[in-house]
Structures are given as structure tokens and as C-alpha cells.
């Protein structure tokens, strides 16, 4: 059942790019949040669109939002991809797709490669948008719009 505008998150658990214990319930429902799904670490689509999101993070930072990137890459692979461009953000390891099925997030490229979906939540953890679509720059300016109309 996948989540819809107007549900609210459900807590889930995953390990970020440092191995630790990440839990959603420290950040649902304590400030806005924009959690986007995307297909994996090092590809050309997932990189622009992980540079955009740093490229654009103090901007959510400023209006009080945190970003979430999560694939089914290994921590390690996250480590890596987060230094390697210097990404200021979480990224969450989901090797079981356990959060990906939780947001029923659909595969992509007919079912071949897993879906790029962007979700944003308000500061009580309901989604007041959800992008999906493999244009993978498309995402962020959609989610700061979706933000700043929260502010």
C-alpha cells in the first residue's frame, strides 16, 4: 500500500553512511523533511541529482527541512559517494528494500531499475507532496517549492 499525500510517515529504522542506527521517529514529526528514493550510488542520474541536493541544502537547511537520500547501496557504497562529492546530507542504506516497500515506492524503466521518488513531509511527518519521475534533476526544485510553501 503505497503512501499517498495526506499519510504520515511511519517510522522505520536503517543504517546510514557511517554504519550508525538511524531512526526516523528522531526526525518525523520534529521538522520538515524531504526523503527521496533513488536508483543507486555512482550512476550519472543519481550523482546530479545528489549534487543538486548539495548544491541546494542550506537553502533547505535555512527553511528548517532536512534531506534524506536512501537506495539499496551498502553503507560503505554510501561512504564513498558521500565523499567523493561531498554530500552534507543523510543517506540510508535500505539493502532489503524494507523502506522502499514501506513508502511503496514503484520500480522504474518498466520494473528494471528501482524508482526515483521524491517524498516531502511537513514538520508533523504528513507528505504534502510526492514527485516520482526519472528525470532526476527535476526533484529538487520541486521539493524546495513544496517546502517554502510550508514555511
Known sequence: MALKVGDKITNFTAKDTHGNDFDSQNFVGQKALVIYFYPKD??????????SFRDQY??????GA???GISSDSENSHEKFASKYKLPFILLSDQDKKIRNLFGVPSGMFGLLPGRVTYVADKSGKIVMIFDSMMATKHIPKALEAIKKLV
Do not use: H, M, S, Y
Open 58 to 63: 542550506e537553502d533547505f537547511k535555512d527553511l
Open 42 to 51: 555512482n550512476t550519472p542520474g543519481c550523482t546530479a541529482q545528489a549534487c
Open 66 to 68: 532536512e534531506v534524506i
